[in-house]
């Protein structure tokens, strides 16, 4: 006779699994770990999963990923515009979608910026940085025809956005608390976009 699958186990499973790959990060995890977490035996995980692959892509689905992605691109674009000053700010319309999207999945997030090395997605951080950046030297270069980003001034550039894919990760790994995690993005914004800008003069000689 076979086995029936219960819903409550795979979900709790589903929920050791974000713990596990959040903290280890996906080459570091293991079905061992995730089923200690789970408080299950190896044995009853692989019933469920049979391979760390399978229970990743079913934790971290295809459709999470392209909807933040699809956020992401739309704060960029926003960014991009000249009069969307604070399209990043977790306190503007801009930036209020991707932080409840954020806290909403939060581990999901962490893995998906910072720990899914080895993974289908171990290049999504690479990506969110790349649409950081081009839409900030769009913006740049908007501000006049004869703006140029020097090559130096791309390495900084690039280095602060690598910084913000790894500190965002970082809070979000830090608690679940919402409160505390809101403060703390508003605090990083309120150090970063000022610097933003003040990136930007310095390129346009101002």
Same mark, same amino acid.
């Given at each position: 006779?076979?086995?029936?699958?219960?819903?409550?186990?795979?979900?709790?499973?589903?929920?050791?699994?974000?713990?596990?790959?959040?903290?280890?990060?996906?080459?570091?995890?293991?079905?061992?770990?995730?089923?200690?977490?789970?408080?299950?035996?190896?044995?009853?995980?692989?019933?469920?999963?049979?391979?760390?692959?399978?229970?990743?892509?079913? $934790?971290?689905? &295809?459709?999470?990923?392209?909807?933040? %992605?699809? !956020?992401?691109?739309?704060?960029? +674009?926003? /960014? *991009?515009?000249?009069?969307?000053?604070? $399209?990043?700010? &977790?306190?503007?319309?801009?930036?209020? %979608?991707? !932080?409840?999207?954020?806290?909403? +999945?939060? /581990? *999901?997030?962490?893995?998906?910026?910072?720990?899914?090395?080895?993974?289908?997605?171990?290049?999504?951080?690479?990506?969110?940085?790349?649409?950081?950046?081009?839409?900030?030297?769009?913006?740049?270069?908007?501000?006049?025809?004869?703006?140029?980003?020097?090559?130096?001034?791309?390495?900084?550039?690039?280095?602060?956005?690598?910084?913000?894919?790894?500190?965002?990760?970082?809070?979000?790994?830090?608690?679940?608390?919402?409160?505390?995690?809101?403060?703390?993005?508003?605090?990083?914004?309120?150090?970063?976009?000022?610097?933003?800008?003040?990136?930007?003069?310095?390129?346009?000689?101002?």
């Amino acid at each position: 006779m076979p086995q029936v699958l219960k819903p409550e186990i795979r979900a709790r499973i589903l929920s050791a699994g974000l713990e596990v790959f959040a903290a280890q990060g996906y080459l570091g995890a293991t079905m061992n770990a995730i089923a200690e977490q789970a408080g299950l035996g190896a044995a009853s995980l692989y019933r469920y999963f049979p391979s760390k692959a399978e229970l990743f892509e079913a $934790a971290i689905t &295809p459709e999470l990923a392209a909807r933040f %992605e699809q !956020l992401l691109e739309r704060r960029v +674009h926003a /960014l *991009a515009e000249p009069s969307r000053t604070g $399209a990043f700010e &977790p306190n503007s319309d801009y930036g209020a %979608e991707m !932080l409840e999207f954020w806290l909403a +999945h939060r /581990l *999901a997030v962490v893995v998906l910026l910072d720990r899914a090395q080895g993974s289908d997605y171990e290049h999504y951080g690479e990506r969110f940085v790349s649409l950081l950046l081009k839409s900030t030297i769009e913006r740049i270069r908007s501000s006049g025809p004869n703006v140029q980003l020097t090559p130096p001034a791309r390495l900084v550039l690039t280095r602060i956005f690598e910084n913000t894919r790894s500190t965002l990760a970082s809070i979000l790994a830090h608690t679940d608390n919402p409160r505390v995690l809101r403060e703390a993005i508003e605090a990083f914004w309120s150090y970063q976009i000022p610097g933003l800008h003040g990136f930007a003069r310095w390129v346009r000689k101002e």
